[in-house]
């Protein structure tokens, strides 16, 4: 189980102080699917950063399994099982797509087949991209893909995916949705997808839309998404029905 407790994020700009992120609080119990939605510029990755390690929260606590985690390293957290998937994710010139599974499988010795299967779930064909170096010979949709391939590899109790929709086209989105309703569905895995996509918020258990570096509405897909789908000519609906609380 991963607890986000009260965690704030600050920084300094030429303008001042900044608060991307304020007082967030939330709990995702084991082999939960959890959406974060919400607009632009709203705290989603910064957010998914802080659980991975990759930005520290200037006040606030993550315990993962109990445990304090706040202070550990992108490694250490990996150790634990939390992997993230980048929104753009980076290239390794000179490393090919078998060696990042391999690599990403850690201990676990992948066979051909293995490899294959984890690019077929992401709708890749092994034949055609084991041996290719991760550079930038990829388009950035295969790369995208390769990388979601490489977090189903390391098997992680936690996965985080930062809008895997984005670059991807609509045969690979199918294909990609049924792997994370397949995960979801054998309990492989609790997963965070940040997503403006309404086929992956119908997959969730509980979506958190995210604005203004607040949690400003949470709730199951029925009592969010509705709401999202609304006329949105004013504005956000469930975001202007915080708004008119404060
Ligand atoms: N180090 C930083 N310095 C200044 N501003 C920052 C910093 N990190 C994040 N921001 C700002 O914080 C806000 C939140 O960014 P973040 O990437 O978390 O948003 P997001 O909800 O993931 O957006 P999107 O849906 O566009 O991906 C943005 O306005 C971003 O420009």
């Avoid at 753009?88 to 010139?93: D, E, I, L, T």
């Avoid at 949690?215 to 004013?234: C, F, K, V």
Wanted: proline share 4%; with cysteine; charged share 25%.
């Amino acid at each position: 189980m991963l607890e986000l407790q009260n965690i704030c994020y600050r920084v300094s700009t030429p303008e001042g102080e900044l608060d991307i992120l304020r007082d967030i609080s939330i709990t995702i119990p084991d082999q939960r699917l959890m959406v974060f939605t919400g607009p632009n510029g709203g705290g989603k990755t910064t957010l998914a950063k802080i659980i991975m390690g990759l930005v520290q929260p200037t006040s606030g606590r993550i315990l993962y399994n109990g445990r304090d985690i706040t202070g550990l390293s992108i490694t250490e957290r990996a150790r634990l099982g939390i992997s993230y998937g980048f929104q753009q994710p980076p290239r390794f010139k000179g490393i090919t797509v078998h060696d990042l599974l391999r690599l990403a499988a850690g201990r676990d010795k992948l066979t051909k087949d293995q490899c294959c299967a984890y690019l077929t779930k992401v709708g890749l064909c092994a034949n055609d991209y084991l041996d290719r170096e991760v550079d930038v010979s990829l388009s950035g949709g295969e790369v995208k893909r390769i990388e979601i391939a490489t977090i189903l590899a390391r098997r992680g109790s936690l996965m985080i995916f930062d809008e895997p929709e984005a670059g991807i086209d609509l045969w690979s989105f199918a294909r990609l949705t049924e792997t994370f309703e397949q995960i979801h569905r054998e309990h492989q895995a609790a997963m965070i997808i940040i997503s403006h996509q309404e086929r992956i918020i119908q997959l969730a258990d509980e979506i958190a839309v995210i604005a203004g570096g607040r949690i400003a509405h949470r709730g199951t897909t029925e009592e969010i998404l509705p709401l999202i789908l609304a006329d949105t000519l004013g504005g956000c609906p469930v975001l202007n029905r915080e708004e008119a609380r404060s």
